[in-house]
């Protein structure tokens, strides 16, 4: 059974940075592109960044370009966020999710419950 | 506001079927393939249709997809109780900022 169970969500200040992590387990990690996609309270689904296989691509949303950085450590099978510079506008619940494809995609075939990121002070 | 335009909410009654729609672009839905994807209250999102029509194991039958040109849809047949959640589609945007997009989302609801 394919499981992805993120942590490192929390409450903080705007201009402090956060780093998310995702604990992949039920599928061979290191054949599969990863995702981090966000919803907002109330709001719908945005994707925030995409990783390859073997990291050798990658992409980020408009919204979070040079402040963010998605990273993966197939050894460990985990994904990582690491969000700088936050904005109140960061707000949401960000959800790791594993791609149906070695090379990132738009289709997503696993979600994880979601780590909530509360930018606040 | 969304790359990709859906209506904001639809609705049915039990049994009836219902479809959403998904409007792009040539630089999206025109030239990739089209998802779609289920949310329903108070979880994570699932995949409902893949490669524009394309059924994940499990997904029943009643549900479908189409694309044509630069718009895709979902249609909803035998419209259950259970049906009722978010649905939102997704593309490949091969733009200058190569990236996935979503869909503003579709609240169904079952009158």
């Known amino acids: 059974e394919v499981q992805l169970v993120e942590s490192g969500g929390g409450l903080v200040q705007p201009g402090r940075s956060l780093r998310l992590s995702c604990a992949a387990s039920g599928f061979t990690f290191d054949d599969y592109a990863m995702h981090w996609v966000r919803q907002a309270p109330g709001k719908g689904l945005e994707w925030v960044s995409g990783i390859s296989w073997n990291s050798g691509s990658i992409g980020y949303a408009d919204s979070v370009k040079g402040r963010f950085t998605i990273s993966r450590d197939n050894a460990k099978n985990s994904l990582y966020l690491q969000m700088n510079s936050l904005r109140a506008e960061d707000t949401a619940l960000y959800y790791c999710?594993?791609?149906?494809?070695?090379?990132?995609?738009?289709?997503?075939?696993?979600w994880g419950q979601g780590t909530l990121v509360t930018v606040s002070s | 506001q969304s790359v990709l335009t859906q209506p904001p909410s639809a609705s049915g009654t039990p049994g009836q079927r219902v479809t959403i729609s998904c409007s792009g672009s040539?630089?999206?839905?025109?030239?990739?393939?089209v998802n779609w994807y289920q949310q329903l209250p108070g979880t994570a999102p699932k995949l409902l249709i893949y490669?524009?029509?394309q059924r994940p194991s499990g997904v029943p039958d009643r549900f479908s997809g189409s694309k044509s040109g630069t718009s895709a849809s979902l249609a909803i047949s035998g419209l259950q109780s259970e049906d009722e959640a978010d649905y939102y589609c997704a593309a490949w945007d091969d733009s200058l900022n190569a990236h996935v997009v979503f869909g503003g989302g579709t609240k169904l609801t079952v009158l």
């Open positions: 999710a594993k791609d149906y494809y070695a090379g990132y995609s738009s289709t997503i075939d696993y």
């Open positions: 040539s630089s999206n839905i025109g030239s990739n393939t």
């Open positions: 490669s524009n029509n």
